[in-house]
């Protein structure tokens, strides 16, 4: 079965750290170019990463420096190191798979998300 | 306050049309990146309705269509259907941020 699921979200306190993973399955997830998209309560969906085939990296502005994307082909996961984490981290955390296709490609599987709580 | 801006809501009756409108700048759909559209219910994983401004997946209903036009793009659903009830999402690609940004978000509720 081709999906994404996601683990490692919890409470944690302001300032702290904490790694998410995403388990991927049913596609080469080598050759994916994969993000992490999040979404604060009440709020919409906002970018935080990416990371292509050949390990290149993005981030968004609101992350940049205290977050950081890898992943582990062997053993097909995509992970989020996520530290210096803030109140306003507080979101579901989505894993995401971009679209083959060329070009910068929609978002075609989401994972079903894991919430990140960010106590001050 | 989002790069893209969508209405925060629309509506309308079982059987009509809607559409939602997501606008950008030179910075992003202006600049000739692809609008992407996507249909969310909460507590669900978010789902690709329309990628590349007009194309829609396999299996999504032709009741979808998409299109684009300078720095706008706009979602139209025909034939509304009360499953239609959703969050929906525009999505492209800032030269400026460099990066991938969302619209806000627009509650479809059908009456």
């Known amino acids: 079965e081709v999906q994404l699921v996601e683990s490692g979200g919890g409470l944690i306190q302001a300032g702290g750290s904490l790694r998410l993973s995403c388990a991927a399955s049913?596609?080469?997830?080598?050759?994916?170019?994969m993000h992490w998209v999040r979404q604060s309560i009440g709020k919409g969906l906002e970018w935080v990463s990416a990371?292509?085939?050949?390990?290149?990296?993005y981030y968004s502005g609101s992350v940049k420096g205290r977050f950081t994307i890898s992943r582990e082909v062997a053993e097909n996961s995509l992970y989020l190191q996520m530290t210096s984490l803030r109140a306003g981290d507080t979101a579901v955390y989505y894993c995401?798979?971009?679209?083959?296709?060329?070009?910068?490609?929609?978002?075609?599987?989401w994972g079903r998300g894991t919430l990140v709580t960010v106590s001050s | 306050q989002s790069v893209l801006t969508q209405p925060p809501s629309v509506s309308g009756a079982p059987g009509q049309r809607v559409t939602i409108s997501c606008t950008g700048s030179s910075s992003n759909i202006g600049a000739g990146n692809d609008v992407h559209w996507y249909q969310h219910l909460p507590g669900t994983a978010p789902k690709l309705i329309i990628y590349?401004?007009?194309n829609r997946p396999s299996g999504v209903p032709d009741r979808f269509s998409g299109s684009k036009s300078d720095t706008s793009a706009s979602l139209a659903i025909t034939g509304l259907q009360a499953e239609d009830e959703a969050d929906y999402y525009c999505q492209s690609y800032d030269r400026s941020l460099s990066g991938r940004v969302f619209g806000g978000g627009t509650k479809l509720t059908v009456l």
């Open positions: 049913g596609f080469t997830f080598s050759n994916s170019d």
């Open positions: 990371i292509g085939p050949i390990d290149d990296t």
């Open positions: 590349d401004n007009n």
């Open positions: 995401v798979r971009e679209r083959v296709g060329g070009g910068i490609g929609a978002f075609d599987l």
